[in-house]
């Protein structure tokens, strides 16, 4: 935090089934006015995967690595890392950005904002019986809508160039995100907030995000027409533009 309050980290938190590079066309966009940080999740470098698997356990690894003071942007399972982290130590993630994101990733009775659990339960079977497969039909999926399908699709590829998770983060991720439910906890966050939402998005409906920005205290819905569930990759250029003038 710069001593004006402005931002000056900002620490991106990629999804399930990606890396870190899947970062690296908003990185250069946004490298020009903040200091940038793009961990891997655990499982999905060289290090192990996360035991046990939770949000909150994810959060206290990926936090030692960050400033004192940032705003933290999670993408689709990285947004639940992003609450987590934001509830466990608000003085450092001091503004928030969920792309994607949703509370609750699984149907409950009073939450049917979420995928379909037979396309859920298709996934976890996948990833036992074939990990590039599975990873391939999740990338098709995420483009799904999109109208830039083809370029999200290439550069969602791009982004496992230099190695895929290992079986294990992507089965662990799986079942954190069957169990998780932050919902009630939402009102907890008190952090400026943005909520940035495809209004094609395949993965997590549009109807998840709009219930999120309504549950968070401080938060604001930017919903980013034409694009699915990966819009920092459909339209980069709008999303820098959108998150440049949250920060500042």
């Not at 982290?85 to 994607?100: D, E, F, M, T, Y």
């Not at 699984?106 to 976890?124: C, G, L």
């Not at 992507?170 to 943005?194: C, F, N, V, Y």
Request: hydrophobic residues 45%.
């Amino acid at each position: 935090m710069r001593p004006d309050g402005k931002i000056r980290d900002i620490v991106l938190l990629h999804g399930w089934g990606t890396t870190a590079g899947v970062w690296k066309d908003l990185t250069v966009r946004l490298a020009l006015q903040f200091r940038v940080h793009t961990p891997q999740l655990p499982g999905y470098g060289t290090g192990a995967a996360c035991s046990p698997c939770t949000p909150e356990a994810l959060a206290r690894l990926v936090a030692p690595q960050a400033p004192p003071r940032c705003g933290v942007v999670g993408w689709s399972t990285g947004a639940l890392v992003a609450l987590a982290w934001a509830r466990a130590a608000p003085q450092q993630a001091s503004r928030l950005v969920l792309i994607a994101g949703t509370p609750c990733f699984s149907r409950r009775d009073d939450w049917p904002h979420a995928i379909e659990d037979t396309v859920f339960k298709a996934f976890v079977r996948s990833v036992a019986i074939d990990r590039s497969v599975a990873l391939r039909r999740f990338i098709a999926l995420q483009a799904r809508g999109d109208e830039r399908p083809a370029q999200v699709t290439r550069k969602l590829r791009l982004a496992l160039a230099g190695g895929e998770p290992s079986r294990e983060a992507l089965k662990a991720g799986l079942a954190m995100l069957a169990d998780t439910d932050l919902r009630g906890q939402l009102h907890e966050l008190t952090q400026p907030s943005l909520v940035l939402h495809g209004d094609r998005d395949a993965v997590v409906p549009l109807a998840a995000g709009e219930a999120m920005s309504r549950m968070l205290p401080a938060a604001r819905l930017e919903i980013s027409r034409g694009a699915a569930h990966a819009p920092f990759l459909s339209n980069p250029a709008g999303t820098a533009s959108v998150l440049r003038d949250f920060f500042s």
